[in-house]
């Protein structure tokens, strides 16, 4: 089976649908409808583009252009989020340190400890929350046909090349 066929079914039977279900929303046999999830046959283009209406997916999708279906992009972007603001307190976290150390504010040594502790205790909350989109991303995505090759090869890589896409567009749109 191929890409489509396999998608096509993972859809259907994700929507809890039946083929009968799908055949009657196409207004297509079940013979004919069977043959796109076996591979055998094609939808014709007027029955294709009735697809994403029923799945609310879009078909470069269904077709395996785009890797991600829309609970994927979801959880990509809050993965990038949680996995932005991170690393943004850890950052924050170095410069207040440093900033304590080097400055002569009139906080006792309790103080600074219970602002760094404080500190502390945000980002691990990130970082807990961080660890848990991530493990649901990936099961996520390992359960999306086509993908097993991503997660099997390179999950670490693609997230990292998601992350710098998102950091990217999430500059540009702060200068603008």
Not at 64 to 85: F, P, Q, V
Not at 104 to 121: F, H, R, T, W
Request: proline share 2%.
């Amino acid at each position: 089976m191929g890409i489509f066929s396999d998608r096509l079914k993972w859809l259907r039977e994700k929507n809890m649908y039946t083929q009968k279900d799908m055949a009657e929303a196409l207004d297509v046999s079940q013979p004919y409808y069977g043959k796109f999830e076996k591979g055998t046959g094609e939808p014709n283009l007027e029955t294709l583009v009735k697809l994403p209406k029923i799945f609310g997916e879009s078909l470069d999708f269904i077709c395996g252009i785009t890797a991600l279906d829309s609970r994927g992009k979801e959880l990509m972007n809050e993965y990038c989020d949680l996995r932005h603001r991170t690393e943004d307190g850890k950052r924050r976290l170095t410069y207040s340190i440093e900033l304590l150390e080097k400055t002569d504010i009139a906080l006792d040594l309790e103080n600074k400890l219970e602002l760094i502790a404080n500190q502390k205790s945000r980002i691990n909350l990130l970082e807990d929350k961080f660890h848990r989109t991530y493990n649901k991303l990936v099961e996520h995505i390992s359960s999306i046909p086509g993908m097993t090759a991503v997660i099997n090869y390179a999950t670490t890589e693609y997230l990292d090349l998601s992350y710098e896409e998102y950091r990217k567009e999430k500059s540009i749109r702060e200068i603008m």
